[in-house]
């Protein structure tokens, strides 16, 4: 069973989403400031985050940081931020979707199965090398692991690593950007090509030497993105 935190300082949106996720079969924590919700985690790991901007205590992008500090963990952001600036700074810090209230719990589910569909999707192309390299890392396909020289594990996110996994299946193809939105993010997807810049910006910051020249996870301008042996 899947267990999702839900991280929220208002109790209806809590009781709300507690009764629709346990509807479905999800098993549901609850937390309702930035420190249980980090204590929570640590004590029982989620499968998936459901995280409010807005708490009384830490800001919702400092919690994002204290996870990501030890999990992958999916993390879905909720805010009444509609902002670029707060979307951008929560991405950045590791987060895999944006919610911006008041939202349908509809729209919620379907982000949440999106984001839990990016654990399980098989490999694509069998016969695509099982490890590559990228700059100073080994990326092993099979074992879903990144390994610096000196034998340092590169942690990523479920969707840095099937954003990668894409591109490295693939060597040398253009992949278009509609095509990376809806094989990573789904269907309902297709315009957000902001995330797209976001998480390419993330990878080269982790896998590449020189992030602003990069040599492998190239940019085609307006078309895509390709990875380069």
Known sequence: MTRILVVDDEPQILRALRINLRARGYDVQ???????????AAAHPPD???LDMGLPDLDGVDVIRGLRGWTAVPIIVLSGRAGSEDK???????ADDYVTKPFGVDELLARIRAVTRRLTVAPADAAAPSALRVGRHTVSLADRTVTRDDGTEV???PTQWAMLEKLLRHPGKLISQRQLLHEVWGPEYQQETNYLRQYMAQLRRKLEDDPARPRHLITEPGMGYRYRP
């Open 48 to 50: 998936l985050v459901v």
């Open 155 to 157: 942690k990523l996110t």
């Open 88 to 94: 951008v700074a929560a991405l950045d810090a590791g």
């Open 30 to 40: 609850l937390a309702d400031t930035g420190t249980a919700a980090l204590k929570a």
